[in-house]
């Protein structure tokens, strides 16, 4: 009886949101549910989001996709890393990369080595222990790009955001998902339960379904306004709350990662894509005007702008549930956290493998899944605020806005963060946590959080040793990185020649 209970899902929303759960439920639902997508074209996207994080392979992969195809199609680039640029004052630098730093010897984590050789005076910068630095400083990228010592370069993409949408579109639909144009003007609710039975739209259309994804945007039509799940503030962690973004021309420099260049009260992004750079200016208006933001934005950009900058304004936080009734909420009608470390689309992704784990064959028992889903996104978003909250409060920089972040009170998850990692070098991954310990401490260290003290396991190898062995490794990964093609020339060759006419 149970798994014969009808599963017709309706997706409210098209933006990367809704079709990446329209892709997501046709490749692994399809023959068990229906799928319907209402969406308003007179509404529009967001359209922005261009950077991801490695795990978009598994979206990639999971739905099948060719991987030169989905270049060719959302003009992507390649992303070895983040690059932040003034975060610990002007003229300072470090890069957040994928993959791991250093090679550990035997048990000894390579941190720890790292950290008795800073106290010894033969460690480099951390960075230059990181073979995905080491490429991305070069401007290289390749696939199986490691040797039996080095690992491969991990990656992740930049591509169009509205291409990406428009690729899974033609997806879904292929695999049987409806889509129907259309504005929602209001949402009917089962009088005993409460539960959402149909959306009305305009022209009065009536759209029924079983189970509700609300894909709304930053309007939260079903979730937020129509069962009245409230909103978490978290701005007084994130502060920034606007953004301007715009599309400049390419410059020569076809960098394989993104660039979050620190300013006066945010940060800019600079993101190139095989077409063009798309460029964003995040800021808190308190203390900057949107003027003023535009100006900045302009004034740095790599090429002649492609678009007069479009406006955005945000609170980053999320809301107080993610599944209530028969509804789940996913991108930015879940929440927000701002784009600092590119999370948005993998929460998207998470959140729909987790439902996909959870969902029972009988509709009507749904509670101990609501209760567990809600319950590990809690704190996986509650991790990934932990850690773009530190970009902020660790800063070194001048000026009344980075003044006031240094002066927050953290979140207590991330005070014991901090304390652990000052008194022994590590991180403890904890449940349903997206960044591993090679992430935070990339950036503890980047922004100048530094234990004095090392593992008493660093001190097996021989003081001696430690400066060679460190020095072999990083020599290792830049002579192997400058074997590596260059970022322009893999992606020309993986996409045919729009990027290598530019050369
Ligand atoms: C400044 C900024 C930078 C970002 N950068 C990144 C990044 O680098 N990486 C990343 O992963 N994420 C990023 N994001 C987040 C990313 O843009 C979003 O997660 C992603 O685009 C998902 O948006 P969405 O689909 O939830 O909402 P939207 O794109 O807003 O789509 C909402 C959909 O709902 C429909 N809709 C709304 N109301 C109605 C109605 N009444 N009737 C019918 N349809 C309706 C609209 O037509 C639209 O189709 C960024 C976000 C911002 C704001």
Redesign the pocket.
Known sequence: MSQSSPLEIVI???????WVAAATFARFLGNRASITL???????????????IPQIHNLIVGLGLDQADFLRRTNASFKLGIQFAGWSGEGSEYIHSFGQTGRGVGLIPFRQLWLRGRALGVAQDFGEYSYNIAAARLGRMAKNAGTKTIPDLAYAYHFD?SLFARMLRDYAEERGVRRVE????DVERDAENGDIRALS?EGERRLAGTFFID?????S?LLGTTLEVPYIDWSHWLPCNS?L?VPCESSDAFRPYTQATARSAGWQ?R?PLQHRTGN?H?YCNAFLSDDEAAETLLANLDGAALADPRP?R?TSGRRAQFWSHNCLA????AG?M??LE?????L?QSALGRLLNLLPGDLTRTASARETFNRLSDSEWARVRDFITLHYYANQRDGEFWEECRRMQLPDTLVEKIELFLDSGLFLREEEELFLDDSWGQVMIGQGIMPESWSPLADNVPAEDIGPFLESVARSYRLRAETLPTHRQFVADMVGDPVKERQ
């Open positions: 409210a929303g098209g933006g990367t949101a809704g209402v969406e308003s074209d007179e509404i529009g996207t967001v359209g922005v989001g261009e950077a991801t955001a259309g504005k929602i003007v739209l894909c709304t945007g930053f309007r039509l953004a973004a992004w993101i964003g995040v955005i945000f996913l991108g930015l009608a927000f701002e784009p590119s999370t948005s689309i993998h998207v």
